[in-house]
């Protein structure tokens, strides 16, 4: 079946779907994206998603392209046009197409908005979750607004290609006091021997993940012992348990870190547990 984007105003074949060569995300990466899981044909937790959209566009004081509800259309169409089930929902903004100019464009420029959908295998992505995954960690290179969903991503695809040459499925950044600030496109948690979970608080050096958030909701409903701190390169290596969370990952349990085994060396019970009952609790829309 040919895929098909969304561009501006139009569904295109995914195969001919383009921006203009100055649109401003192509020559300055001058843009943000989300990336929404789609499950059984239904957005999970778009609203949360579409909020922290609205929160990056004021971050960087760039317009909405389109009023909320139509772009829930728009979601929801692009899922539907592609026969997505079981995959992602990607979208991006940018502030639009202009004459080259660091600067921003003249005022009414209008923002760019691409829609894409596409499936995921998801057997593929169950096997990995009951085998484990392995990490690497990288030095964090990134700009401090981190908490930005922007498409700069320039250090996130040095660090992931990085881990995909050392046979990972993904990066870990670690900051100058050795300390792990999160994934490449994930973040990264761990549960500690006496069975606390923890993980980085999202007000500095991480983006504050939807899927995050919902696991932080249902590790309380759980009534497991949550801390929100730092942790180091070091007290993850001898954790109980570690994982990450995206929406393109939901629970992902890791079972190495730079080589060293973690726990026994399988995914651990909290972390399979928090993937079971994932979505049980997030949202899934209409
Ligand atoms: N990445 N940290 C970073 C740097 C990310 O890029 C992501 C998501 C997350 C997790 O956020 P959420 O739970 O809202 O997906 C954390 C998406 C999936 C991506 O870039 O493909």
């Known amino acids: 079946m040919s895929r098909v984007a969304y561009v501006n105003g139009r569904y295109v074949p995914h195969s001919r779907a383009c921006v203009h060569i100055e649109d401003r995300g192509y020559q300055f990466s001058d843009g943000v994206y989300e ?18 959209l609205v929160r990056s566009l004021k971050e960087l004081r760039m317009d909405m392209p389109m009023a909320l509800a139509p772009m829930r259309v728009v979601l929801r169409e692009t899922v539907a046009r592609n026969r997505v089930s079981d995959g992602i929902a990607y979208l991006q903004v940018t502030r639009g197409v202009a004459r080259r100019d660091h600067a921003f464009p003249p005022p009414g420029t209008r923002p ?29 290179n990134r700009w401090e607004r981190v908490d930005i969903k922007t498409v700069s991503l320039l250090p996130n695809v040095m660090a ?21 600030t999160e994934g490449s496109s994930s973040n990264a948690w761990i549960v500690t021997n006496d069975g606390l979970v923890v ?36 007290e ?7 994982f990450m969370t995206a929406a393109s990952q ?35 829309a209409s």
């Open 160 to 180: 992931r290609q990085a881990a995909r040459e050392q046979g990972a499925r993904e990066a870990w950044f670690v900051d100058s006091k050795g300390m792990v």
């Open 199 to 234: 993980t980085r608080p999202a007000e500095r050096g991480i983006l504050k993940g939807i899927t995050r958030t919902v696991v932080l909701e249902i590790a309380a409903a759980q009534g497991l012992r949550v801390e929100e701190r730092g942790f180091s390169v070091d």
């Open 35 to 52: 990336v929404c899981e789609v499950r059984g044909g239904h957005l999970v937790d778009e609203r949360r998603h579409l909020e922290r």
């Open 236 to 242: 993850a290596k001898t954790a109980k348990e570690a």
């Open 112 to 140: 760019s908005f691409v829609v894409t959908a596409r499936s995921i295998d998801r057997a593929r992505q169950e096997t990995a979750a009951e085998d484990g995954v392995a990490v690497v960690t990288v030095p964090d």
């Open 250 to 284: 939901i629970v992902m349990p890791v079972i190495a870190i730079d080589g060293s085994r973690i726990g026994n060396g399988a995914p651990g019970p909290v972390a399979r547990e928090l993937r079971a009952r994932f979505h049980k609790i997030a949202e899934i």
